[in-house]
């Protein structure tokens, strides 16, 4: 037979899994702070992101320009209005991009000096939402509402029965991000 206290232990070791925090970050969050440990996540996050962004630029910029140079061979065109449409194009997609791994820098940059976090009280709400065909997974509490990316988590939360439970998540700010989750009796 378990106990409550066998139960909550089980739990707060899910929501540890899922999210990915330990006791020391979550200590830290109840002091309204991040720790070094989350503070280097939301850091290393970050500039993983920026990679791929860059990355799958740079990808789609070659195949574009692969593109460019055969279809001027095809058509015998090799004039400055082609060249510049195609380097007018390439520079705009180019400043999106930047502009956007400028903006979500800032944040983070932000998020890391300003290093807190707020408690948002409340049940434990597991739930899958249709966009455009596709299935998306969320955790909320009140109606703070946060994707699960992967499925084996969102299946762990369900099996683990978390829903309805009172909890306490803390938030990071100004990037609003879950850190970590206190289960409450």
Not at 53 to 68: D, H
Request: hydrophobic residues 45%.
């Amino acid at each position: 037979m378990h106990t409550v206290d066998e139960d909550l232990s089980k739990w707060q070791a899910v929501l540890e899994t899922v999210f990915g925090f330990s006791q020391a970050d979550l200590a830290a969050n109840q002091a309204g702070e991040l720790s070094a440990a989350q503070k280097e996540r939301v850091a290393s996050t970050h500039f993983a992101n920026s990679r791929l962004a860059w990355v799958a630029f740079s990808i789609v910029f070659g195949v574009a320009f692969l593109g460019f140079c055969a279809e001027m061979l095809r058509t015998g065109r090799f004039g400055t209005q082609s060249v510049s449409t195609y380097i007018g194009v390439t520079v705009f997609f180019g400043l999106i991009l930047w502009g956007l791994v400028l903006h979500r820098r800032l944040q983070m940059r932000r998020t890391l000096r300003e290093g807190k976090t707020y408690p948002v009280k409340g049940k434990i709400q597991l739930f899958t939402m249709r966009h455009e065909k596709l299935l998306h997974r969320y955790f909320c509490i009140d109606d703070h509402r946060f994707q699960i990316e992967r499925y084996s988590h969102f299946e762990l939360l369900q099996q683990s029965g978390l829903a309805g439970q009172e909890a306490i998540m803390y938030v990071s700010t100004p990037r609003k991000a879950v850190q970590s989750v206190e289960l409450k009796t």
